[in-house]
T-cell receptor, first 114, second 114 residues
Framework: GNSVTQMEGPVTLSEEAFLTINCTYT??????LFWYVQYPGEGLQLLLK?????DKGSNKGFEATYRKETTSFHLEKGSVQVSDSAVYFC?????????????FGKGTHLIIQP | DSGVTQTPKHLITATGQRVTLRCSPR?????VYWYQQSLDQGLQFLIQ???????AKGNILERFSAQQFPDLHSELNLSSLELGDSALYFC?????????????FGSGTRLTVV
């Protein structure tokens, strides 16, 4: 079946450090890939997405490239801020009978220290 | 405010009881999705409704059921509750029945079974 594996953390970085959160997936066919972010006490928010191989999703300084050959969708940011502290989820979509659900990784807790 | 409203925000109940969680989708969205978030299982897709009809089922227990009403709000019914059902339950909505249309999550209902 479909699955997503990501580093669980917590990942602790200093402000302005470079961020990479690894995400790999197992899926049949050609899923779409997503990164969601969850701030404390809130629901998930879509951060970025990519729908086909070699697509790059980007938003708010975050980037991720859909690598079919390595089945990966690693999240990167060049210079993190304290406000980026949150839990980040990698996810893929699958279709069954024309409907879509998301398969999530377990989430990576990111802590940015000033 | 994401536009997806979930009530109640918190719920504490005893084992063996039944509860109903409610979700009002974002205006204009026809699909509602339910997810369960727990520490051990992570985020799991439960079920999707589109315009009143069930579209996809994920890891939903037989003790759980859902429906979507003509006004498009949805209810998730959890019965014969067990301690292990304690979790955050999220609702998400989207305009169509495909993930490509985009998901918006509510801020969740935290269920505690004692």
């Amino acid at each position: 079946g479909n699955s997503v594996t990501q580093m669980e953390g917590p990942v602790t970085l200093s402000e302005e450090a470079f961020l990479t959160i690894n995400c790999t997936y197992t899926a049949t066919g050609y899923p779409s890939l997503f990164w969601y972010v969850q701030y404390p006490g809130e629901g998930l928010q879509l951060l970025l997405k990519a729908t086909k191989a070699d697509d790059k999703g980007s938003n708010k300084g975050f980037e991720a490239t859909y690598r079919k050959e390595t089945t990966s969708f690693h999240l990167e940011k060049g210079s993190v801020q304290v406000s980026d502290s949150a839990v980040y989820f990698c996810a893929l979509s699958y279709s069954g009978g024309g409907a879509d659900g998301l398969t999530f990784g377990k989430g990576t807790h990111l802590i940015i220290q000033p | 405010d994401s536009g997806v409203t979930q009530t109640p925000k918190h719920l504490i109940t005893a084992t063996g009881q039944r509860v109903t969680l409610r979700c009002s989708p974002r205006s204009g969205d026809l699909s509602v999705y339910w997810y369960q978030q727990s520490l051990d299982q992570g985020l799991q897709f439960l079920i999707q409704y589109y315009n009143g009809e069930e579209r996809a089922k994920g890891n939903i227990l037989e003790r759980f059921s859902a429906q979507q009403f003509p006004d498009l709000h949805s209810e998730l019914n959890l019965s014969s509750l067990e301690l292990g059902d304690s979790a955050l339950y999220f609702c998400a909505s989207s305009p169509g029945d495909r993930i490509s249309y985009g998901y918006t999550f509510g801020s969740g209902t935290r269920l505690t079974v004692v």
